[in-house]
């Protein structure tokens, strides 16, 4: 069953985004994480784990190389149909990833932007299907978020900046003392409650 319409408004342009049952539906995580996209993203983009779309779309508002990355065929199909709705198909280059196992080594981006899954998920927790990688952080969280910090930075050009999206629930300070142990300046962009889980927007350069 298809759900409804997604619509947002975007630095004044509004936004439309349909949401197959098998991609994640954003939620405050990826509205708070698109603020500070529509601010911050230039340069060639990259937005890793793309999900419907929603980041690279806005991101197209202002650049016109990005390539959106997700493990998930039912999501490259579904944020394809949203960038062409949304008139910036010819922007995006869509590409299956397993984080950064489909890419170059040389390859670099301005700005790499990132939602990751950092629910704490015990394994009878699990659930079936391409879905459960979209929130499934592993036993604290991190399982993705650490594999990602560990792979990224050979890809972030000299000037480049991460856009990472961060839940308390996964250890912000953690994830800010290696980000600072690897010598990236970090800042906190924006933050916000949702529920129970203390949101934030992670933004770090060289």
């Not at 994640?24 to 779309?53: Q, W």
């Not at 932007?113 to 629910?119: D, H, S, V």
């Not at 459960?132 to 560990?150: E, H, P, Q, S």
Request: hydrophobic fraction near 40%; aromatic fraction near 8%; charge should be neutral.
């Amino acid at each position: 069953m298809r759900r409804t319409p997604l619509r947002i408004l975007i630095s004044g342009r509004a936004l439309t985004f349909e949401i197959g049952k098998d991609v994640y539906e954003p939620s405050d995580d990826s509205f708070l994480l698109a603020g500070c996209v529509s601010k911050f993203a230039s340069g060639r983009v990259l937005d890793m784990g793309t999900g419907c779309g929603i980041q690279a779309i806005i991101a197209a508002q202002k650049s016109n190389s990005i390539v959106a990355a997700d493990i998930s065929k039912p999501a490259l199909e579904c944020a394809k149909k949203n960038a062409a709705a949304n008139g910036v198909a010819g922007k995006i280059e869509f590409r299956e990833s397993n984080l950064f196992s489909n890419f170059l080594p040389n390859e670099k981006f301005d700005t790499i932007i990132f939602n990751p899954p950092y629910l704490p998920t015990a394994d009878e927790e699990k659930t079936s299907g391409i879905l459960d990688a979209a929130w499934n952080g592993g036993r604290d969280g991190r399982k993705i978020i650490d594999a990602f910090l560990n792979q990224f930075p050979p890809y972030l050009s000299d000037s480049g900046k991460l856009l990472l999206l961060h839940c308390h629930l996964a250890d912000t300070d953690k994830t800010i003392r290696l980000l600072e142990h690897n010598s990236f300046k970090v800042e906190i962009l924006d933050k916000t409650l949702a529920g129970n889980e203390a949101l934030c927007v992670i933004k770090a350069v060289k």
